[in-house]
């Protein structure tokens, strides 16, 4: 369910009194594992909509089970500064090679890396298990759950949201719809004859749970979808070991 920051705002200084990156309020990112879809805010407006992929096993922040974190997170690292768009990231370095989207065969991170802190006990461990917002050449399935615990981007997405969002960003990872908000409104100003595009901060709005739209009966609960990760999770773990044995 998505909460205003004002509702945690103390729960949150409490716990980023432990991140190394200050919180930077006026961004925000919102990401619906129902819609999946990241929702950039700026000061209370919406930005920008960006198709993602949470992950496939589920959400959790439990060790060894390959999902995705729920709650509120923060930015911590931003890595790829002067990547090109489908460059390789392994260990979270550049390997050198570049790949165009839907490259047959290959699942690797690729041009941008956000790496978010978790805020809440739901998520502490979200940083050491490397959960990011990332690229990714697998574009096709995108829209749908098919990562390993990150949030996947598009890559030419993902670069033009890394060049939005702060150190400190807030980051909501939800499993409900993205609110329903207002795009910001640019305003044109002329100055010295030249018209000028201006977006003006609005005040934040206070949002409550009535402005998601209603989920259709037939959808998951959170604590299903926690216990269909776990049991993919160790589906996973337990093929990956016998494929080591043979």
Same mark, same amino acid.
């Given at each position: ?5 004002? +509702? ?43 198709? /993602? ?21 923060? +930015? ?8 090109? +768009? ?86 909501? /990872? ?20 030249? /018209? ?25 609960? +959170? ?24």
């Amino acid at each position: 369910m998505f909460r205003p920051l004002a +509702v945690i705002f103390t729960l949150i200084s409490a716990a980023s009194a432990f991140a190394i990156a200050p919180l930077d309020t006026s961004s925000q990112l919102i990401i619906s594992v129902r819609d999946q879809k990241l929702m950039l805010l700026r000061n209370g407006e919406k930005v920008a909509i960006y198709p /993602v992929s949470t992950s496939m096993f589920g959400l959790g922040d439990a060790w060894g089970r390959m999902t995705t974190p729920l709650g509120y997170l923060a +930015v911590e690292k931003k890595i790829g500064d002067a990547a090109p +768009v489908g460059a390789v990231f392994h260990n979270r370095r550049m390997t050198g090679e570049v790949l165009q989207p839907n490259a047959p065969g290959r699942d690797p991170i690729t041009t941008r890396i956000i790496w978010l802190r978790g805020l809440e006990a739901q998520n502490a461990h979200a940083y050491q298990r490397c959960i990011y917002i990332h690229g990714t050449p697998e574009e096709k399935k995108i829209g749908r759950p098919a990562s390993y615990g990150c949030i996947r981007m598009k890559s030419s997405d993902v670069a033009a949201l890394y060049k939005q969002v702060p150190l400190g960003a807030v980051v909501q /990872v939800i499993p409900d719809r993205l609110p329903k908000l207002a795009k910001a409104k640019a305003r044109q100003e002329t100055s010295n004859g030249i /018209v000028v595009a201006n977006l003006t901060p609005q005040p934040q709005p206070q949002i409550s749970a009535t402005t998601l739209a209603t989920p259709p009966s037939s959808s998951l609960t +959170v604590e299903q979808m926690r216990m269909a990760g776990a049991l993919a999770g160790a589906r996973q773990k337990a093929k990956l070991a016998a494929n080591k044995r043979l």
